[in-house]
């Protein structure tokens, strides 16, 4: 298949392209400048033989900058849409908000309106757009939404990347609801995403949101107090990626939202790993762990994700060792 995947130089996004590739699919990638785009071509060799190129987006949130990217030769049969900010750097809400939401509904109206050969669109939403703060179901599945509103997310800094999320993918849903386009929609909603990066990040502070936890952790962040947790659920970056792709690729992925999870953890389970199995980090960690899952915790349902998306979940061990080997290797 021919697949347009935007944000190609995030965390999510360069597994994405890894697996795509492995699968002999065909890419174009979205980038915010021709120096990304460059270092994405140079990591992975198949460029070479023109399976992966980029195009140059520097801002989702403006309007119509999808239009043109949609229009490929020969065309594309899917998008997997990636490219939203996961940071909590922004002065305004509106930061994380617009390119949420406008890139949201720009790249479908791009592909309604331009590309009528793509089939499926499939979009990275989270599981900031299940969970609320105003607690918890006994289990969390596809079926719960955040009912956080726009309002919330312009005046509460705790809650704006959630409704970031959240309203991005209400209106993905809204969009397919309305304008009925030619091509079917699935979103996949992770919580935590752990795993080695592709990408080398130039610098400690260069590393995304999720896997900054582990170098705080090297660099002894973790040694008074562990992080809270917060969210109790993970799942590693390479099976979030095969997610995007499968639910590229299998029909009955179309028309679905996916609750993408391997299962409960905390910040302990971590730690407890990384003095384990990466033992020179056991003196940057407490000498007495503490949990901080509540008790009860919800439970979670991903049998969707398993029955049709066939995600079988590497386990958090080998996803903290090996996050913990790359930060290591590269001296991050
Ligand atoms: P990254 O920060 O690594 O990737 C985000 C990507 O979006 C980057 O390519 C970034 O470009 C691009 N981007 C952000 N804002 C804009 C903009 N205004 N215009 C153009 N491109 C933009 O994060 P992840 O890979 O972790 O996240 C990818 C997706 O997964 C996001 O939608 C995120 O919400 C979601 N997610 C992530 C989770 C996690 O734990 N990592 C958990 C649940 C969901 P650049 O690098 O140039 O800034």
Redesign the pocket.
Known sequence: MKVLVT???????SHCLKTLLARDHTIVTT??SAE?GEAILAAYPESSKGQLSYVV?????QEGAFDHVVISDPPFDAVLH??????FRFQDSKELLD?AIH?TKGILRAIKDNAPSVKRVVI?S???AITSTDGHPDVYSESQWNPVTYKEGIEDRSKTYRAS?TLAERAAWSFMEEEKPGFSLATLC????FGPPIHVPESQAAL???NAYFAMLIHGGWKEKLPPTGTWLWVDVRDIALAHVRAMEVPEAGGKRFFITAGHFDMKDVAEIAKMRVPEYADKLPTKLTSDKPNPLYGFDNGRSKEILQLEYLSLETSVVDTLKFLQSHDI
């Open positions: 944000g190609g130089s995030g965390f999510i996004a980038v915010r990304k987006v520097p801002d989702i949130a990636t490219a939203s900010p996961f940071h390119p890139g990275t989270s599981f900031a999320k992770p919580p935590w995403v995304n949101t999720s």
